[in-house]
């Protein structure tokens, strides 16, 4: 599966922003997807995730409660959005497929990824 993560720009302190990732070449309903991010000089985080139907999904604490994950299995799309930003949102975001049977906390599993979209969140 191809991923195409968009969406990112700047945006205030505790403004919003909605990332979309396109999937093609694959049944993206067979997969598990998460939001990763990486900031400068830091190591890349699971965010967010959600299994293949939707059903569970996994939230960081750091975004409990601002960020939420859906996809649309019909589009072959994934989203996040993210409310009440903070500067320390700030950083790469990458859209990511896991194969369906495993934990969406297992980040080994997740094998397809997005070029990367940024966000920068201004104080």
């Known amino acids: 599966v191809q991923l195409q993560a968009s969406g990112g720009g700047l945006v205030q302190a505790g403004g919003s922003l909605r990332l979309s990732c396109a999937a093609s070449?694959?049944?993206?309903?067979?997969?598990?997807m998460g939001w990763f991010r990486q900031a400068p000089g830091k190591e890349r985080d699971l965010v967010v995730a959600?299994?293949?139907?939707?059903?569970?999904?996994y939230y960081a604490d750091s975004v409990k409660g601002r960020f939420t994950i859906s996809r649309d299995n019909a589009k072959n799309t994934l989203y996040l959005q993210m409310n009440s930003l903070k500067p320390e949102d700030t950083a790469v975001y990458y859209c990511?497929?896991?194969?369906?049977?495993?934990?969406?906390?297992?980040?080994?599993?997740?094998?397809?990824w997005g070029q990367g979209t940024q966000v920068t969140v201004s104080s």
């Open positions: 959600i299994t293949w139907s939707g059903a569970s999904t």
């Open positions: 070449r694959g049944t993206f309903g067979y997969y598990h």
């Open positions: 990511a497929a896991g194969a369906a049977g495993y934990g969406l906390g297992y980040i080994s599993n997740y094998k397809y």
